[in-house]
């Protein structure tokens, strides 16, 4: 694996932001969890996408569905059916494979997506692409993987109690459409976004936290009229690379923006764009912006007999809704903000300084409150236990001071402050900046404006 790859998960699991999943019974594979900073981490990132995507904006409505759905939301979705992967086992040493991700590996350039089952087949063959375990070249043809976690409610355990984990969010927005939009009285053009757990039984994993199946999205559909001629696509893929460059301090030069081909959309996309980041595995997925045309809502109406036609009242005629549908998933997001912040720095000592350049707005604790020596405890644990009540603040009193702001840049505080001898005399105290280690003395009345105003630049 990439060197500085390993580096960054080693750093994020030594300080507490990612744990393996059931660690202490020698894991679940590619199982993760995430402890107090990441899930600090996590929860700023999903508010953060909720005020962007839903509150800030002023066509757009929250909902929170269920991860089990009626099952005939899948058949009619498409999913029982169609949402599979193209399998290959090695007959040699019996692993199985993604044919498409194979093929990819070896030749990085080649979108293997595109490519029918019988072209995987005949790719795989002709260019003499190997086992990654055993090194051999025997597959099987290609099988079709189902991806849906199954599951049974209630007490039996037979055909009518199978019901599915969600492989996505969206399905429940489009089933609770209808009440969205009658009980929040939206006229078109309008939008819904969700934020929650998808599962897909992944062949293939991996990656740390890029690719797991248990994993977090958030989706926003947003509904408008065949006839409107705004462009839409192109509003919400404009949206979307503002939060990642603007929001999210994700650079231009660490991701491209990809137009699918016609024979890689999904069956029910007219046209998807991913954003794709350059991770330090290689360059993956990380947002899907697609037009879902008005595919979903006429499925649904019609397995479920419900009209979910809209009424244009101005022009008197009925139709079914379109949809732009950007979706992301938070672990993949979380990922590539925090490669994009990791960095190392050399000291003049020599010394190595580890830092997260988190986003203010992320960072797991926006202040440290570091004493100078014990003497200055009590006063440390006042302003602390102060500034806690408007802050994301933590205290550090042990190791000496460079120790501590090491530790700090370690995970990603953006302001330390410093208590020392002279605070007691002028009630000042240092406030030393994470990215430039510039100091400042700031007196202890000012501080709160200080650092208010310096968290929302
Ligand atoms: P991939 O090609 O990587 O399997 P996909 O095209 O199937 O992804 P979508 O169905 O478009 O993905 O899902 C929308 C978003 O959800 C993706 O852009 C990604 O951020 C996230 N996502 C999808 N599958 C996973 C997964 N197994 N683990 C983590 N995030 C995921």
């Avoid at 040699?92 to 030749?107: G, H, M, N, P, V």
């Avoid at 990922?335 to 830092?355: D, Q």
């Avoid at 006042?382 to 500034?387: H, P």
Wanted: aromatic letters at 12%.
């Amino acid at each position: 694996m990439n060197n500085n790859f390993d580096k960054i998960i080693n750093h994020l699991k030594s300080q507490g932001f990612v744990f393996q999943g059931s660690e202490i019974y020698g894991g679940l594979a590619n199982s993760w969890d995430y402890g107090p900073l990441g899930a600090e981490l996590k929860n700023k990132l999903k508010n953060l996408w909720w005020r962007f995507f839903v509150k800030r904006n002023k066509y757009n409505i929250g909902l929170d569905t269920s991860i089990i759905l009626n099952p005939k939301v899948w058949l009619a979705s498409g999913h029982l059916g169609n949402f599979n992967d193209p399998l290959v086992d090695c007959k040699s040493c019996k692993s199985r494979w993604r044919a498409d991700k194979l093929i990819e590996e070896k030749f990085p350039d080649v979108n293997a997506g595109v490519l029918s089952n019988e072209m995987l087949e005949e790719y795989i063959s002709k260019n003499d692409i190997s086992c990654p375990k055993c090194k051999k070249k025997d597959f099987t043809n290609i099988r079709l993987f189902d991806l849906m976690f199954k599951t049974f409610q209630g007490p039996l355990e037979d055909d009518s109690a199978k019901v599915y984990l969600r492989p996505e969010t969206a399905q429940g927005i489009f089933v609770q459409y209808k009440n969205s939009q009658r009980t929040s009285r939206r006229k078109l053009p309008f939008g819904i976004g969700q934020i929650g757990k998808s599962f897909r039984n992944e062949i293939t994993p991996g990656n740390f936290i890029f690719r797991t199946r248990e994993f977090e999205q958030m989706e926003l559909e947003f509904f408008f009229s065949p006839n409107d001629e705004n462009n839409w696509f192109d509003y919400w893929l404009n949206q979307v690379k503002h939060f990642i460059t603007k929001e999210l301090g994700i650079s231009t030069n660490n991701f491209i923006i990809r137009e699918h081909e016609k024979d890689e959309l999904s069956h029910y996309s007219n046209k998807t764009v991913d954003i794709e980041y350059n991770f330090p595995f290689g360059r993956g997925e990380l947002w899907g912006i697609a037009h879902r045309s008005n595919y979903d809502l006429t499925q649904h109406q019609q397995f479920s007999g419900e009209d979910l036609t809209y009424l244009d009242q101005e022009n008197n005629v009925r139709f079914i809704p379109h949809v732009i549908e950007p979706s992301v998933g938070v672990e993949r997001l979380l990922l590539a903000i925090l490669c994009e912040s990791y960095c190392e720095e050399k000291l003049e000592n020599n010394e190595l300084r580890i830092i997260l350049r988190l986003p203010i707005k992320l960072a797991p604790y926006t202040i440290a409150i570091l004493p100078l020596q014990k003497q200055q405890s009590e006063k440390a644990r006042t302003l602390f236990e102060d500034l806690l009540q408007y802050f994301d603040a933590t205290i550090d009193e042990t190791g000496n001071i460079g120790k501590r702001y090491r530790r700090q840049d370690a995970i990603g505080t953006p302001f330390c402050i410093t208590i020392d001898f002279d605070t007691e005399n002028d009630n000042c105290v240092t406030v030393r900046e994470r990215d430039s280690m510039h100091q400042e003395r700031i007196n202890i009345n000012d501080l709160k404006s200080y650092l208010t105003n310096k968290s929302n630049m």
